[in-house]
């Protein structure tokens, strides 16, 4: 049973246009979301976390939101860029665990 | 500051052959992971450790085994590949459970 859901495998956006990833996940017990991004032949890198106690966290481009109640997160990009294009897997933590939960990934491509 | 290690980055097996591969971090994290990504699978966690000497099963432990003799080095075992260990594993670390943890490059292992 999939607990963190990426359900859109790819995604393609214009360069300069917002990009929207998306992630839904199950256990209410999750308290904390993390976005990572993937190029190919590289290891994921980590881009923006989100606590359970917030709805929004920004960085840069990057803006992580959080809605408890219907269990969703999304990762906005804005403006987006070429160098952009990459694998991007949501992960989630349960409380208390040492764990990570990672979603499939969803493919961004950024077309100039 | 190399960050996390994987050697080998490529290898190719026959069923039943043995083999280990090692991880090796520089940055004195406590928590150590070892992760599998296939195709529209994302990443699933083998085993993990929370500290030199320990070691835990994680979501697809089965045909694997792996040790922390030192604080630095994770090595995940594999006594007798399978096809459907041909996969590429990626080593991680953190510094707390359940927090952003570091990549390395990855280890494509192809098992015939």
Same mark, same amino acid.
């Given at each position: 049973d999939q607990q963190v859901?990426?359900?859109?495998?790819? +995604?393609?956006?214009?360069?300069?246009?917002?990009?929207? +990833?998306?992630?839904?996940?199950?256990? &209410?017990?999750?308290?904390y979301f993390?976005?990572?991004?993937?190029?190919?032949?590289?290891?994921?890198?980590?881009?923006? &976390?989100?606590? &359970?106690?917030?709805?929004?966290?920004?960085?840069?481009?990057?803006?992580?939101? +959080?809605n408890k109640s219907a269990k969703h997160l999304s990762l906005h990009i804005v403006p987006s860029q070429p160098g952009d294009s990459a694998v991007?897997?949501?992960?989630?933590?349960?409380?208390? &665990?040492?764990?990570?939960?990672?979603?499939?990934?969803?493919? +961004?491509t950024v077309n100039p | 500051n190399a960050g996390?290690?994987?050697?080998?980055?490529?290898?190719?097996?026959?069923?039943?052959?043995s083999m280990t591969l090692l991880c090796a971090q520089d940055m004195n994290h406590e928590?150590?992971?070892?992760?599998?990504?296939?195709?529209?699978?994302?990443?699933?966690?083998?085993?993990?450790?929370?500290?030199?000497?320990?070691?835990?099963?994680?979501?697809?432990?089965d045909g694997y085994n792996v040790s922390r003799l030192k604080k630095q080095n994770f090595l995940l075992g594999l006594e007798s590949a399978a096809p459907s260990q041909t996969s590429v594993y990626f080593c991680a670390s953190s510094s707390q459970g359940g927090q952003p943890q570091h990549f390395g490059d990855g280890t494509r292992l192809s098992i015939l």
């Open positions: 859901k990426q359900n859109s495998p790819s +995604l393609s956006v214009q360069e300069g246009r917002i990009s929207i +990833l998306n992630c839904d996940y199950t256990n &209410s017990m999750f308290d993390l976005w990572y991004k993937k190029y190919p032949a590289e290891g994921p890198t980590f881009l923006i &976390s989100i606590s &359970s106690i917030k709805d929004k966290n920004e960085d840069g481009r990057f803006t992580v939101f +959080l991007y897997f949501c992960a989630a933590r349960r409380g208390g &665990s040492e764990k990570l939960v990672f979603g499939k990934g969803t493919k +961004l | 996390v290690t994987q050697t080998p980055k490529f290898r190719v097996l026959k069923t039943g052959q928590y150590m992971y070892w992760y599998r990504q296939d195709p529209g699978m994302g990443l699933r966690l083998i085993h993990y450790s929370v500290g030199e000497g320990t070691t835990a099963k994680g979501e697809v432990p």
